[in-house]
């Protein structure tokens, strides 16, 4: 796990969360808009409802048929026709409600797994469509947390919990009527049970939740510690914390296991005690049937039917504390998955969209501000033009916007207001593909995926071959820097890149930008230092895929700002000087002081 990548149980643990839309405040609306949102669960579900209630009354021809061979197939003698006849009946009608019962719960496994997979891609894709200020850092594990963790929560529900609602109903109702119809005496003292039993199952099925939830909580505290420890093994090491990481780290584990064995305590409680409730059932039916059966009319067969009714009517009751949670989990997962794709689209495509021209890109903002979600505009009124085929830098302290202005000219968000043209084009109508081949963004961090560097560079283009990989690293005079590395293209890169140096990453970053044949580059210089060999082939390459084409680059390093045809210059959003380099120190403002600072960095 990278030092970015968010364990979901762990941010689900955590307060903040996204802002719950007010049409989906009540768990009805919830539960509505979450089925709405599926279609694959309302998919032929009037058929598995049909015979998952079949197998409901299929079972309940059982006490009836006792009854009939008690009453009636003793009577002058064992009348063996009649009693293997019935019992053959009951077993063809539970034979057959068993079969319904399998393809019930078969059917609803396979739609419950088709939903839950589209919503997840649904997730996915709705998080890939908002921009930059919704994806902020605080909030990307959350989103993450939305299609991982959040929808497995509905899995339950939606394959069990919705279903049993329905059983549970029909069968205390159908059992209900039943009894009545055998004793409405003897029917009493088993109702009479109901409310004891809810009242216990209710409270231990409560206090089974909050163990559950405990467990997760600490599940998520024992992935952050240990993954923090792993992860800053050098700190650690080199600031001789062991003793103390490894007591927190043990903690975690120890708390994990307590919650863990506390919950299964309980939960070990739990179930023997439906049991007692039934064994209390058959215990009230025997009793008050032996002793005012014969006064009120009661036949032995119907006493004994009873004995199975009094068990099939207080079980579902049992199973409803823990139905009424999973409906309480899946609505609180829902409100979640809801909420996430409710998030406005902000950077909407335009269809079809202009395609940009081919060759080197001239680029144009007016009066470009821009804030992320409700913070302050980190952008005020950027006017700036960039001729076709110019290399500029772009220089400012820590914070002033730099960053920010480029991902705009990706279109990674729209600036709030203003507007950027690139090629003689507004942004917002540049046509998704052609802006994803023409505009071309080096990150700061060079982020790779964890593949091979030959892969990586390969997503630079739809449909790129080895060749391509190939030449496109012989154009940037990289062919034998790549081979030199242990399994040269074919080098696993490791998670977000970091098996490679930042600076070697930054070349896989440039080559795969450099593949798709941009007519505008825009690259973020990592800001930690790169040796000099590695600094030398960047500048080489970066020299070569300039050629022909706009570049727009964040300068952290003098050299690059020197050799720039122009210079922005960024402080609090705004751009406050531009020119070229010797222009700009001979003007003595903002740029000057930069420089001083990097002319004491070098000689320091
Ligand atoms: N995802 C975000 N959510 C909220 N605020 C952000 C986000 N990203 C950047 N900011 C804020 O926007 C401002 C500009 O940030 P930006 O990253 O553009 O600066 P920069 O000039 O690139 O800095 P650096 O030189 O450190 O890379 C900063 O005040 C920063 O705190
Ligand atoms: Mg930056």
Redesign the pocket.
């Known amino acids: 796990m990278s030092a970015t990548t968010i364990d979901p149980t762990q941010v689900d643990a955590r307060e903040d969360d996204l802002p719950i839309p007010a049409h989906l405040r009540s768990a009805w609306s919830v539960l509505f808009e979450g089925l709405r949102l599926s279609p694959e669960l309302r998919k032929g579900l009037g058929f598995t409802i049909a015979i998952s209630l079949g197998a409901v009354i299929g079972n309940l021809a059982t006490p009836i048929l006792i009854q009939q061979i008690f009453d009636h197939g003793f009577r002058g003698g064992f009348r063996a026709t009649f009693v293997f006849g019935l019992c053959a009946v009951a077993f063809g009608v539970v034979f057959l409600a068993f079969i319904a019962a399998r393809a019930a719960a078969r059917r609803l496994v396979r739609a419950s797994e088709e939903a839950l997979m589209g919503l997840r891609v649904q997730g996915f894709e709705h998080i890939h469509r908002l921009s930059?200020?919704t994806q902020?850092?605080e909030r990307r594990g959350v989103l993450v947390a939305r299609v991982t963790a959040d929808v497995d929560t509905l899995a339950e529900f939606t394959e069990e919990g919705a279903i049993s609602w329905i059983w549970a109903i029909v069968q205390i109702v159908v059992v209900f009527v039943i009894m009545l119809l055998f004793s409405w005496q003897l029917t009493i003292p088993v109702v009479l049970l109901v409310l004891p039993l809810l009242l216990v199952m209710g409270k231990l099925q409560a206090s089974m939740s909050a163990a559950y939830d405990a467990v997760r909580v600490r599940v998520g505290e024992m992935l952050s510690e240990v993954s923090e420890s792993v992860m800053g093994a050098d700190v650690v090491r080199a600031y001789g914390l062991e003793e103390r990481v490894d007591m927190r780290v043990k903690r975690s584990i120890h708390e994990r296991y307590r919650a863990h064995v506390l919950a299964h305590l309980r939960t070990a409680t739990m179930w023997p005690m439906g049991t007692v409730f039934w064994g209390l059932a058959y215990a009230v039916v025997i009793v008050v049937g032996a002793m005012f059966g014969p006064e009120w009319g009661l036949t032995f067969g119907t006493v004994s039917a009873f004995l199975f009714l009094a068990d099939m009517f207080l079980h579902p009751f049992t199973d409803l504390p823990e139905i009424y949670a999973q409906t309480q989990t899946a609505i609180a997962g829902w409100r979640k998955i809801l909420a996430l794709l409710e998030m406005p689209v902000d950077v909407r495509e335009p269809s079809p969209g202009v395609a940009l021209r081919g060759g080197a890109l001239d680029v144009k903002a007016e009066d470009v501000s821009y804030r992320?979600?409700d913070?302050p505009l980190?952008l005020r009124d950027v006017s700036v033009e960039v001729q076709p085929g110019a290399h500029v830098a772009v220089v400012?302290?820590?914070?002033?916007?730099?960053?920010?202005?480029c991902k705009l000219l990706a279109r990674l968000a729209d600036p709030v207001s203003g507007r950027l043209e690139v090629g003689g084009v507004d942004l917002r109508d540049v046509a998704r593909a052609s802006r994803q081949n023409a505009i071309r963004m080096v990150p700061?961090d060079g982020f790779l995926f964890d593949i091979t560097v030959r892969e990586n560079v390969r997503a630079g283009r739809e449909g790129a071959s080895d060749r391509d990989v190939d030449a496109a690293f012989d154009e940037l005079g990289l062919r034998d820097w790549v081979e030199s590395l242990s399994k040269g293209l074919q080098t696993r890169v490791g998670e977000r890149g970091e098996a490679l140096s930042v600076g070697e990453r930054q070349l896989v970053s440039l080559v795969r930008a450099q593949i798709g044949n941009p007519g505008l580059l825009i690259l973020?210089e990592a800001?930690s230092a790169v040796d000099p060999a590695t600094e030398h082939r960047i500048s080489e390459a970066l020299r070569r895929v300039s050629a022909g084409r706009t570049t727009i680059t964040?300068a952290?390093r003098l050299s690059t700002a020197e050799g720039a045809d122009e210079i922005f210059v960024?402080d609090a959003?705004r751009v406050v000087e531009r020119g070229r380099h010797a222009e700009l120190v001979d003007a003595g403002g903002t740029y000057a002081g930069l420089y001083r600072s990097w002319l004491g960095n070098v000689r320091a």
């Open positions: 930059i200020a902020s850092r992320y979600g913070g980190v400012g302290e820590t914070g002033s916007g730099k960053t920010t202005f700061q973020d800001t964040i952290h960024f959003g």
